[in-house]
């Protein structure tokens, strides 16, 4: 009976041999690639955050006392203040405790872009009337939030902020 040779390999041999240097380059490709895409990531998520975000959150805390007690005062002159938007305008109104139209107040009134400052408007409110001012509105449409305050002799007097959505 003849014997024959067997081999523990009998597969085909490869093209390459798997080298040092063949896994170093895959390794630093791989790397490479990662570090690229986290750099440009990082880049466009830094780059176009417009949201909102306190500059100091120090200054806010010391003023927020002086909010409290703007709030307070303000709740207790009992104002009834009315905006309505449409036909590309802003239309305001200001009166009393009594019902009668508030005078001789600046008025300032802004759209406020609830996740994107870079998109604000500020608007320009001209005298319509006792106790009633108008606004051009230029606005894209969508949900905004519309920021009035009323002032006299620079104190702050009323202020408020409404969610409105402009079509």
């Keep these: 009976m003849p014997t024959r040779a067997t081999s523990l390999d009998d597969s085909p041999p490869a ?68 905006a309505h938007i449409g036909d590309g305008r802003v239309e305001m109104s200001a009166r009393d405790a009594q019902g009668l139209p508030l005078a001789g107040l600046d008025v300032a009134m802004r759209f406020h872009h609830p996740t994107d400052r870079r998109f604000d408007v500020t608007l320009a409110p001209e005298p319509a009337g006792a106790g009633t001012w108008q606004a051009r509105e230029s606005v894209p449409p969508g949900q905004w939030d519309l920021v009035i305050e009323l002032s006299r002799d620079g104190t702050r007097l009323f202020r408020s902020t409404n969610r409105v959505i402009v079509h």
């Design 15 to 82: 093209g390459r041999p798997l080298t040092g240097r063949a896994v170093l380059l895959c390794f630093v490709g791989f790397f490479g690639v990662v570090f690229t895409a986290n750099f440009f990531l990082v880049r466009a998520a830094v780059t176009s955050f417009g949201g909102v975000e306190t500059e100091s959150s120090y200054q806010a805390g010391l003023v927020f006392r002086q909010e409290s007690e703007a709030a307070a005062a303000q709740e207790a002159r009992h104002w009834q203040v009315a």
